[in-house]
């Protein structure tokens, strides 16, 4: 959606929904949704690729949706991951004629352009599983009380004036922009510690001292974990999900360092390479979350905060547009990569881990590591117990969420 009063307008109700303060009511489900992962990966660690990309759709599901589902074989989770393929098929340099720049573009006949049939077939998927999950939220309200994102949306639609279209467009954008992101994240972090294991030995140290092996970490020990948090800053450093950052396009005539940048322009905030400038960062290619601890910018000089705007992340991008899903997300990565670490112990296959952009990670506006060798063996049978009693104890929680 183009900038303008319609954006505004949803942009203002998306920051409602995903302030600080009402992720944070959020928690108990990216809690319990980890758990289901640990136990996941405890009794199918082969299935491990999935069980990421389950995890952060259902937490999506459960709080957009109150619903819930616990296998990525389950109709909504495929249906949701094809659709994405379906985007990014489309987004890939070539697969669609410049249309922005050469608007007649737009008229030709669809027998001439299969990009325009494809577009189609995408918004009929589209619509059918948006209008569906709407529907469905809509006769949850129906049948009795249930809290979630949409049912808020709804009771507030006289107020924001919302027809269902929007409605169900809103929903799916969560469902589509919190979904691979967050997956793809977290199998970075994997891939990372595959390659790195002196992260995996200091992140375990660094949740053993707070948790031992009694209970896995929880939301409580966030401010104890400098080190995980480090590792996500990190992570979204070395191998930002959207390398390129998404499109913008300039709405008034701009120069930029003695460069004309006429209305209309599309522009990228290149994440990849503001984060590895070898001037700002210390051997940007290695993966060091050390370089986050005592300096939350990462950077190799002290940021003066009250001077440069510098953010501590582009992989969320910047200025008006940029990422309000970025507090969901990273209460998401925090729980799982803390309790993933404390659980488990992870090593690739002793051949060489490939981590390269260009061999190791899918192509496209948004990218993902390939599937990588890799092995999740339970650091010892108490924190294999402890995960079967945890994932026990959340349940009855889980079950509320069922459609
Ligand atoms: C690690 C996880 C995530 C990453 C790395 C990420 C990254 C991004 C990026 C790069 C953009 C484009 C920003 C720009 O235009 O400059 C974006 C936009 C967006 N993201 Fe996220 N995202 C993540 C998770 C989420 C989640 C969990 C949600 C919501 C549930 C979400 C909702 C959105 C929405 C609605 C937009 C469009 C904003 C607009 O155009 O106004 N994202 N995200």
Redesign the pocket.
């Given at each position: 959606m183009q900038y303008g009063n319609a954006w505004r307008h949803q942009?203002k109700t998306?920051q409602g929904l995903?302030n600080v303060t009402v992720v944070d009511t959020v928690m108990p489900i990216q809690n319990a949704e980890t758990l289901q992962t640990l136990h996941h990966l405890l009794t199918e660690p082969e299935g491990y690729y999935d069980h990421f990309r389950r995890y952060s759709t259902a937490v999506?599901l459960a709080s957009v949706f109150g619903q819930r589902e616990d296998r990525f074989e389950s109709p909504k989770i495929r249906d949701l991951y094809d659709s994405l393929d379906h985007v990014t098929a489309l987004l890939e340099p070539g697969a669609t004629p410049p249309v922005d720049a050469f608007p007649f573009l737009r008229y030709l006949p669809g027998f001439m352009c299969s990009w325009k049939r494809e577009v189609k077939d995408l918004r009929k998927i589209q619509q059918s599983m948006y209008y569906g999950l709407l529907n469905e939220t809509k006769q949850k309200m129906q049948d009795g009380e249930t809290d979630c994102f949409m049912a808020r949306l709804i009771r507030q639609r006289e107020k924001n004036k919302f027809d269902d279209e929007q409605l169900a467009y809103l929903g799916g954008?969560?469902m589509e922009?919190?979904s691979d992101?967050?997956a793809s994240?977290l199998l970075t972090f994997v891939l990372a510690l595959v390659k790195y294991p002196k992260v995996l030995e200091e992140a375990q140290r660094e949740v053993d001292l707070v948790c031992g092996s009694d209970k896995s970490p929880s939301m409580e020990d966030f401010d104890k974990l400098p080190y995980i948090s480090a590792c996500i800053s990190e992570v979204?450093r070395w191998r930002p999900?959207?390398p390129s950052?998404?499109p913008?396009v300039v709405i008034q005539d701009d120069t930029y360092e003695g460069y004309f940048i006429p209305k209309g322009t599309i522009v990228f905030?290149n994440a990849w390479a503001i984060q590895r400038d070898e001037h700002e960062y210390e051997k940007p290619d290695e993966f060091h979350p050390e370089r986050f601890l005592g300096n939350k910018f990462g950077t190799r000089y002290k940021v003066d905060e009250e001077k440069d705007f510098r953010r501590v992340t582009y992989?969320?991008?910047?200025?008006r547009?940029?990422?309000?899903?970025?507090h969901?997300?990273q209460n998401s990565?925090m729980i799982s990569m803390a309790k993933l670490v404390w659980a488990f112990d992870i090593t690739g296959d002793g051949t060489e881990v490939d981590t390269d952009m260009a061999t190791a990670f899918t192509n496209g506006l948004v990218t993902a590591p390939h599937k990588f060798p890799v092995q999740f063996k339970p650091r010892s049978s108490e924190h294999a117990a402890v995960i079967e009693k945890e994932f026990e104890l959340v349940g009855p929680f889980l079950q509320g969420f069922k459609v």
């Open positions: 942009r998306v995903l999506i954008t969560f922009a919190g992101t967050t994240t979204l999900i959207a950052g998404a913008h905030a992989a969320f991008g910047a200025g547009r940029v990422c309000p899903g970025q969901l997300a990565l």
